[in-house]
């Protein structure tokens, strides 16, 4: 179990919260482990109907741990950050996020399988992938153009930039723009609200919302895995982590 994670329970809301902010929330394999760890006990959980993923105030994840990246990649189905993902895009609640400050890579990412994600006036999201000599995953390739047309998920993905609230809500990643010390409480507030509804009619409302897509998106993240594991071992992504951790740009011009 991970200190860096922290399981809160609100009635029948589960909150997960990321909680290292001295590296700005980045996932380790460790945090990974425990967030599973709560998802497998709120899915089993009769009496728990909501979870609801925050970060702290300034930060909700800046994403895998660039560290372990390099030192400590997925080897395959079992690995918990692989775990975790399927977790995710298989989960049968309701999944809300409440998102401060930066939303990096799998940060962004996760958002696509919320069912509602409330995001701080002071949110920036990001999907570095190619910055980093990295595929996306977690299925974003296909989840993201399904969203928003190829021509913005294309720009978001090649380019990874970051980008603001106003930018997510208008491609419809984000349900609602908070004042930042508000986000989670809004968030904690519709959970609160849906674990009042007929359980029933929600858990399939949301299995119809989902219906037809499993298959394909399992399908997909086996595609990206299969790919990110190759790319994290390739000297384009050394090259990249090596830049993050000299904080200097990384320098692609000798790859052909
Ligand atoms: N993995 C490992 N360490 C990370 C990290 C990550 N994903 N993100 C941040 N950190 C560490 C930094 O190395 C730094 O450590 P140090 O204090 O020992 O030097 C510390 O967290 C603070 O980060 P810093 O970059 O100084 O904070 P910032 O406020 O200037 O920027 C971010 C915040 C999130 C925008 C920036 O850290 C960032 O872009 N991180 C990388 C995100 C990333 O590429 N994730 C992988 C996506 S696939």
């Known amino acids: 179990m991970s200190d860096d994670i922290i399981v809160r329970r609100h009635q029948q809301v589960m909150e997960i919260a990321f909680n290292r902010p001295d590296k700005k929330n980045a996932l380790t394999t460790g945090m990974y482990e425990a967030i599973v760890a709560a998802m497998d006990e709120a899915r089993e959980d009769p009496q728990l109907r909501v979870v609801v993923f925050s970060g702290t105030a300034e930060c909700f994840t800046s994403g895998n741990d660039v560290g372990d990246f390099m030192n400590n990649p997925p080897v395959d189905e079992n690995s918990p950050v692989i775990r975790f993902l399927q977790v995710l895009a298989t989960f049968p609640?309701?999944?809300?996020?409440?998102?401060?400050?930066?939303?990096?890579?799998?940060?962004?990412?996760?958002?696509?399988?919320?069912?509602?994600?409330?995001?701080?006036?002071?949110?920036?999201?990001?999907?570095?992938?190619?910055?980093?000599?990295?595929?996306?995953?977690?299925?974003?390739?296909?989840?993201?153009?399904?969203?928003?047309?190829?021509?913005?998920?294309?720009?978001?993905?090649?380019?990874?930039?970051?980008?603001?609230?106003?930018?997510?809500?208008?491609?419809?990643?984000?349900?609602?723009?908070?004042?930042?010390?508000?986000?989670?409480?809004?968030?904690?507030?519709r959970a609160a609200q849906i674990a009042t509804r007929a359980p029933e009619a929600v858990r399939l409302t949301k299995a119809l919302l989902v219906a037809g897509r499993s298959q394909p998106l399992l399908e997909r993240m086996a595609e990206e895995g299969r790919h990110f594991g190759e790319r994290l071992q390739s000297p384009e992504a050394r090259e990249a982590f090596t830049a993050f951790f000299e904080k200097r740009e990384p320098d692609f011009s000798r790859f052909e």
Do not use: W
Not at 148 to 177: M, P, V, W, Y
């Open 93 to 189: 609640k309701i999944l809300v996020a409440a998102v401060n400050g930066p939303a990096v890579g799998v940060g962004t990412t996760m958002l696509l399988h919320c069912d509602l994600v409330y995001a701080g006036d002071n949110a920036r999201f990001q999907m570095p992938f190619v910055n980093l000599a990295l595929v996306p995953e977690a299925g974003s390739s296909l989840l993201l153009p399904q969203l928003c047309g190829h021509r913005r998920a294309a720009e978001l993905l090649l380019l990874g930039e970051a980008f603001d609230s106003d930018k997510a809500h208008e491609i419809g990643l984000i349900n609602e723009i908070c004042a930042s010390q508000a986000t989670r409480e809004r968030a904690l507030e």
